[in-house]
């Protein structure tokens, strides 16, 4: 158990692996919807051969993400977040470049089995990502938006011709709305000022319009017999909003709300993905998310009390050396 605290929690804990469900979820459901209602392919990879590469693509891009933040960022968490694996030590410097490394290859050598776009596609991911890493972070209104994006674009890598992309909407606004919203309850610096506000508005309302008119001129604003496959989607979206409701009425408009909010708000986007499933009639498929969301759920919980049960040996350790 000692080698598994000590060797793996800590990679674990770099690349926030528990959350990685969420990725895979985002870029399954348009691999799904796409293989019922969106017709040809650039591949001739058979449902579950897309499932198993868009898996690789979504885990990687979603690791690379998380390690590289803590690379670019590890001279600030050794002054601010000692206890973090890189500037703890738990985990070598080297050994984080070549996971960042090993997981960006890996996105990329999974996307060439879905096609020169999909490929295409996961180039433009890892660029966002490294911008966000690199750059973003440090600018609120240009962070937030890229955040979206990133999710969106993992979501597109799935099926770049197919056109149904109200779940791509739904992630994004959803990405960026709540991330906004944590960015000011958890007081994070540089704040984000009533300016990166109307930038992210006016953003979001210029990729809505696009998102509408590329599906209009694609014919792809709805999918032929399901007009009903908003309202499961719209009946989450309430319910995340009651959740929220309850944890501020719990907790207050404090740090630790936006924290939970947040948590919450990435495990709900496999909510949202089950939901557009269901409302298109794919009960069985829907499923499956549910099994993401289960993942998900146990592995935070898991490593939290990995974590718990490492502490208290360590300060065991301490007490006896």
């Not at 050598?109 to 020169?116: K, N, P, Q, Y």
Request: glycine share 12%; net charge positive.
């Amino acid at each position: 158990m000692s080698f598994i605290t000590d060797r793996i929690l800590p990679v674990l804990q770099l690349s926030r692996i528990a959350l990685v469900f969420t990725a895979i979820s985002n870029i399954w459901v348009m691999v799904i919807l796409a293989d019922a209602f969106g017709g040809s392919m650039e591949h001739g990879l058979s449902l579950t051969g897309m499932l198993a590469v868009t898996m690789g693509v979504a885990g990687g891009l979603y690791v690379f993400g998380m390690v590289l933040n803590d690379i670019l960022g590890a001279r600030h968490d050794k002054t601010f977040a000692p206890k973090r694996p890189l500037p703890s030590g738990r985990v070598s410097m080297s050994l984080a470049v070549s996971l960042a490394g090993t997981a960006g290859l890996l996105a990329l050598g999974a996307s060439v089995g879905l096609g020169g776009h999909s490929v295409f596609l996961c180039f433009v991911c890892l660029a966002l990502i490294i911008l966000y890493d690199g750059f973003g972070k440090f600018v609120p209104a240009m962070g937030l938006l890229l955040l979206g994006l990133i999710r969106a674009t993992n979501m597109m890598i799935a099926a770049p011709s197919f056109s149904f992309w109200w779940p791509i909407w739904l992630t994004l606004t959803h990405v960026i709305a709540v991330s906004a919203i944590c960015h000011r309850l958890e007081d994070k610096r540089p704040r984000l000022s009533a300016a990166g506000i109307w930038v992210l508005v006016i953003a979001w309302v210029m990729m809505t319009l696009y998102v509408l008119g590329w599906m209009g001129r694609r014919e792809g604003i709805f999918i032929e017999g399901k007009g009903w496959i908003g309202i499961l989607p719209a009946l989450a979206v309430i319910g995340y909003v009651w959740l929220t409701i309850s944890i501020v009425k719990r907790e207050g408009m404090t740090a630790k709300a936006g924290g939970l909010m947040m948590k919450w708000a990435l495990l709900w986007l496999i909510v949202y993905d089950a939901s557009w499933l269901m409302g298109a009639g794919l009960w069985e498929e829907s499923v499956l998310m549910a099994g993401l969301f289960g993942l998900a759920l146990g592995s935070m919980t898991l490593i939290r009390a990995m974590s718990r049960w490492h502490g208290q040996t360590q300060f065991q350790r301490e007490l006896s050396g």
